[in-house]
């Protein structure tokens, strides 16, 4: 039978339900506690998406402010860092919308900019960038949802589909299906390759 690896450890797990059960009933000291364990993975995901730390860092505090709010009607029966990573994949997508970060189609990673570069590469870079952004901002929420979780959580197949709550096949046919309309909008800045190759 397998193992499950990431399983908490008892004392872990209770240490964490004390802490979101005190914070869910105004404490601060313990919501403190709460966001000193979490801070760190959460700054992750939002840098990952938005390339800057300010803005990772506003993202973070978003996040925790819904948190916050949203405390007192969490749920134990799912794993709390599957609740979290979800808070803050919203928070990134509503960070897409409002902001210009960097992003590209398959790393969505920064792209650093070249010193060298001829001012039409990167003013033709950044259009594709903006593009590519709106494109993922514009997607069904459950699709943007679901590739937000893997691009920006780094989150397995698995981990979407707990943290999701739906089945394994669900998850990898929203991935594919979030990745053809994302080639369906952006038309020929998803295969800048076969246009040229066309021209």
Avoid: C
């Amino acid at each position: 039978m397998a193992k499950v690896q990431d399983a908490p450890s008892p004392e872990g797990d209770a240490e964490e339900r004390r802490l979101i059960d005190r914070s869910a009933a105004g404490d601060q000291e313990a919501f403190r506690q709460l966001v000193l364990r979490y801070h760190r993975l959460v700054i992750n995901v939002a840098f990952r998406a938005l390339g800057e730390v300010a803005l990772a860092e506003d993202v973070a505090q978003d996040v925790f402010i819904k948190v916050y709010k949203a405390l007192p009607g969490y749920r134990h029966d799912k794993p709390f860092t599957h609740w979290l990573h979800r808070v803050a994949a919203n928070a990134v997508t509503d960070a897409l919308r409002r902001r210009r970060p960097i992003v590209s189609l398959d790393g969505m990673e920064q792209l650093p900019a070249s010193r060298e570069a001829d001012p039409q590469d990167i003013a033709t870079r950044h259009d594709m960038q903006r593009a590519v952004r709106d494109a993922i901002a514009s997607l069904p929420s459950h699709y943007r949802d679901t590739i937000a979780l893997q691009a920006f959580g780094e989150l397995s197949y698995e981990e979407i589909a707990k943290t999701l709550d739906i089945p394994l096949g669900t998850v990898m046919s929203r991935l594919n299906g979030a990745k053809k309309l994302l080639r369906e909008r952006l038309g020929a800045l998803a295969h800048p390759d076969e246009e040229a190759n066309t021209a």
